[in-house]
Every structure is written in structure tokens, then in C-alpha cells.
């Protein structure tokens, strides 16, 4: 169980302190205007504090001190960055992120070291994958503009045997690792699928369907 800090209760904020309360943690919810937690369940346990995100003040009420991990998602860029540093920098928070709008002030963000979403393709997913213990982590990655991800892909038997390039080639993916007896590996040049290996491909979201159909069949047979 940790605790864990959100700054904004609007749908994205809502949603993250349920995820979190419904996984076991504490949290604390921040918003300068009170009505905001309406959208708070009812029975929500955690703490609801009215203030300025940024404010010091405000984030100890909110315990972020405790803290395993802040969450800005508010829906201004400058206030969300600002209390990002505030909580990893005075606060010492050791898993931030930050929800932006403007996509060359992320760029400028991350090269500083503060990870950001941004809000095209915004879900939720993709803070809890940034501030949950990696041990809850479950399903697929996306990287944080949303346009590819990391699957756990399911092949049809008829592709034993064949080699890792095939399936990249049919398929039009990159093979990040396979799982082999319960071990992950890098595939090489040489490296065939074989039974019982799970594998674990990069590819772009909006193929996801259509390289599960292909790979679902057995492989075309060579002319």
C-alpha cells in the first residue's frame, strides 16, 4: 500500500483516485474549486483538500511528504509543471508526471527530466503506468504519444519453427523479447518461435486488430 497525490478532480483526476483506492492505496485528491470532487463516488475515502496544487502548503495537507507518487492533471500546463517540481524537488517524491497540452512544452519538460502525458490520446492508463509500483503494472505499454505499444501477441501453432524475422516481416512488427520457459530473451539473427515461447512485439495501436488477424493464421506458404 502507498500514497499517492493527484492535483485536479477533473474526469482524469476522478478516474486515477478511484484506480488507486480500488488497488489497495491511500490517496489524496487537490482542486482550487471544491465542487470539482463531486465527481468523487460516493464513498470515496481518501482526502479531498481545496487549495492551489503548487502551493506548499496545500500538498502537505495532502501528505504529499508521504508520498510514492504525484499526479498533475489539472488543465493547465503551467500549474501542472510547476506543482510537478514543487512536489519532486521540495518534496523529494520519487515518481511524478505531468499532463500537458502543449506538445513542444513536453518536449522541454522530458528533456528535463520531468515526465509528462500528453493530452491528445490522453487515457488515464498512461499516468498509472508512470506512477504505479511496476509490480501492478499489467497489460500493454504505450509510449507516451500513444501511437505505439508493447503486446503480448498469440500465434498460431503453424508458426513453430518458423523464425522471429518471418513473423516480424508478415506481421510488419519488431520482436522486442520472447518469454521462454519463464525467462525473457533477445532474439538474434537465428532465432526461431517455438513451443510454449510467448512473444512480445512493438507495433503501431491503430494495427493492433489487423496483426492479430494475420498472426492468428498460419503463415502463407512460399510459392
Not at 482526502?47 to 503548487?54: H, I, N, P, Q
Not at 509490480?135 to 523464425?163: K, N, Y
Request: hydrophobic residues 40%; charged residues 25%.
Amino acid at each position: 500500500m502507498a500514497h499517492f497525490v493527484i492535483m485536479g478532480c477533473g474526469r482524469v483526476g476522478a478516474t486515477l483516485a478511484h484506480t488507486l483506492e480500488d488497488a489497495g492505496h491511500s490517496v489524496a485528491i487537490i482542486d482550487q474549486d471544491d465542487r470539482a470532487f463531486r465527481r468523487l463516488r460516493t464513498g470515496f475515502s481518501g482526502r479531498k483538500v481545496t487549495g492551489v496544487g503548487f502551493d506548499r502548503e496545500t500538498l502537505k495537507q495532502a501528505g504529499v511528504a508521504e508520498a510514492y507518487a504525484f499526479a498533475a492533471v489539472s488543465s493547465g500546463d503551467n500549474s501542472n509543471i510547476l506543482a510537478t517540481r514543487v512536489a519532486r524537488e521540495t518534496f523529494h517524491v520519487p515518481h511524478v508526471v505531468a499532463r500537458i497540452y502543449d506538445p513542444g512544452r513536453a518536449e522541454i519538460y522530458q528533456r528535463l527530466g520531468i515526465p509528462t502525458v500528453a493530452a491528445v490520446r490522453w487515457s488515464a492508463d498512461q499516468v498509472l503506468r508512470r506512477i504505479l509500483p511496476e509490480q501492478h503494472l499489467a497489460g500493454d505499454f504505450r509510449e507516451p504519444s500513444g501511437r505505439l505499444m508493447l503486446a503480448e501477441l498469440e500465434l498460431d501453432p503453424a508458426w513453430i519453427g518458423h523464425p522471429v524475422s518471418a513473423i516480424e516481416k508478415a506481421a510488419e512488427i519488431r520482436v522486442a523479447y520472447l518469454t521462454r520457459f519463464g525467462e525473457g530473451m533477445l532474439p538474434g539473427p537465428g532465432t526461431s518461435y517455438q513451443e510454449g515461447d510467448t512473444v512480445h512485439a512493438m507495433l503501431r495501436l491503430d494495427r493492433s486488430a489487423e496483426v492479430s488477424h494475420i498472426l492468428a493464421k498460419a503463415p502463407a506458404k512460399e510459392s
